[in-house]
């Protein structure tokens, strides 16, 4: 499984992270409805709107471990993952993106900055990679390189999957139909593929094998999410997996999906926004500034995949597609299986589409557009018929790049007890901080205590949040009477 949003080197001199790992800082998700127990968990990245934008926030962007019956307070958090490395050579890190279950690892895509005396900062994205006690146990970056964040996939070689931001002068008087632009900068995304010791042993470029005019023309003015400036960004990488026979899945939003051979490099299938067909025999797959493309399984030579179309402005829909490709013959024959769109949920960008081998799925519906002021649903988490097992609600200006169940053994909540008055952990060597959960909802978070024991001045809810990885864990509500 996988878990962004793409971090711009311009974009990192206005982000401001706020306090790093406190509770009161982690943006809260709501349990709507459903029949959920908390033996299924969630892993997610949750972001407050307006720290892409360069505003005030609220928030500070976190990766969350939620149950899925009381998802407030998270089960784990973290908000700035930082190894001793990093910090004796002066660098910072905040998880803003993608977080995943891959090959025994949990996987973040970050970005992580160098801070220089004089206080100049400059940019490096990276990729850290836990083991199941979330502990940091490798760093992946590539110096003087920029990663594009936004998917990264390892194998059981210790093979790393992923796109590097690249940018060239192009003469596209034929693709734009303009005389004047016969020398036009665009930034573009490789894929390249390095081997257990990080050297790079595969390269593919989009321009040379697919060619400039497989972009849809109409987006290379998309305005930005992060900077809300308009840039001419010719295929804006956005999913990237291995698929079940080593080969490789891409989706480029503007452009489209395909598989490509880690071989040669050849095309094994694609289908464009400009040309919304595998071949002759294939159903039309109408996908716009589409997400997250996924192999689900494999039934001889019929794979079946994922992906979800987040919509644009002439398909205001956000649709998720199930289908498969028969590989056999010259024309892959792509044939839709399923599909989903729920009229509650307006056209978004971002999101995410996980269908399980038992048909199970989570639906995170990404960011809304222009967002919004209200309440609104963050993801479902759905039966193969469709029926509403869990749904999840944020509060206004948030979302959530990629959500995935959690299927790993999931960190040990502290408990609280009381002990005349006083509260202390369970196990009494687990020290950490204390906060008070108030309102309907329990949102309202503040630190009381950083002692060992706190004896409550009221009655209320009480939380110990205690050190655990590279982040936090937190123990259900104490109510103290």
């Known amino acids: 499984m996988k878990l962004f949003f793409v971090l711009t080197l311009s974009a990192l001199s206005f982000i401001r992270p706020l306090s790093a790992q406190q509770l009161d800082s982690i943006l809260p998700v709501f349990r709507l409805q459903g029949s959920l127990t908390d033996s299924t968990s969630f892993i997610l990245t949750a972001s407050d709107y307006n720290l892409w934008q360069g505003l005030s926030a609220k928030y500070a962007s976190s990766i969350q471990i ?25 660098l910072q890190s905040i998880p803003v993106i993608n977080a995943s279950e891959q090959n025994g690892k949990i996987v973040f895509t970050n970005a992580i900055f160098r801070k220089y005396p004089g206080g100049q900062v400059k940019g490096q994205q990276a990729v850290l990679m836990c083991n199941r006690n979330l502990e940091l146990t490798d760093t992946f970056y590539k110096p003087g390189l920029e990663i594009d964040v936004h998917d990264f996939a390892v194998n059981n070689k210790g093979e790393k999957l992923y796109f590097l931001v ?56 998309e305005k930005s999410v992060i900077n809300k400036s308009v840039n001419f960004e010719w295929s804006h990488a956005n999913s990237l997996c291995w698929d079940k026979d080593g080969n490789i899945l891409y989706s480029f939003k503007y452009i489209g999906i395909g598989k490509i051979s ?50 644009d402005s002439l398909n205001p829909h956000c649709t998720a597609y199930q289908f498969t490709v028969l590989e056999d013959k010259e024309d892959p024959h792509l044939k839709i299986v399923r599909s989903f769109n729920s009229p509650e949920i307006p056209q978004t960008g971002a999101g995410n589409y ?71 952990a369970k196990d009494e060597s687990k020290t950490g901080v204390w906060y008070e959960l108030s309102g309907k909802d329990l949102e309202a978070v503040t630190k009381v205590s950083a002692a060992r024991k706190f004896k409550p001045l009221h009655k209320g809810y009480y939380s110990l949040v205690v050190k655990d990885g590279i982040g936090y864990v937190v123990s259900k509500p104490f109510k103290y009477e």
């Not at 939620?66 to 307070?73: K, L, T, V």
């Not at 490789?190 to 990080?198: E, L, V």
């Not at 694609?270 to 399984?297: E, T, W, Y």
């Open 66 to 90: 939620i149950d899925a019956a009381n998802p407030w307070p998270p089960r784990w958090f973290a908000t700035a993952p930082i190894d001793s490395n990093m910090k004796r050579n002066n």
């Open 166 to 221: 690249c940018d060239t002068i192009v003469d596209i008087r034929d693709f734009m139909k303009d005389a004047a632009d016969s020398e036009v900068s665009i930034s573009y995304e490789k894929i390249q593929i390095d081997n257990s010791t990080n050297e790079t042993i595969f390269s593919w470029n989009p321009i040379e094998h697919l060619g400039l005019n497989a972009m849809y023309q109409p987006y290379c003015f």
């Open 262 to 311: 880690r071989a040669d490099g050849h095309t094994i299938w694609r289908v464009d926004r400009n040309k919304q067909k595998a071949g002759a025999g294939s159903d039309s797959l109408p996908i716009f500034l589409q997400h997250d493309l996924n192999f689900v399984k494999d039934d001889k030579l019929k794979s079946t995949y994922t992906v979800l179309s987040n919509g």
């Open 354 to 424: 996980d269908v399980e081998a038992n048909g199970n799925y989570v639906i995170n519906y990404g960011l809304y557009r222009g967002d919004t002021q209200s309440m609104h649903v963050l993801f479902d988490y759905r039966a193969k018929d469709d029926k509403l097992w869990g749904r999840y609600v944020v509060l206004p200006q948030a979302f959530c790049y990629r959500i995935h169940r959690f299927t790993g053994p999931v960190p040990s909540r502290p408990e609280i007890v009381e002990k005349k008055g006083v509260l202390v």
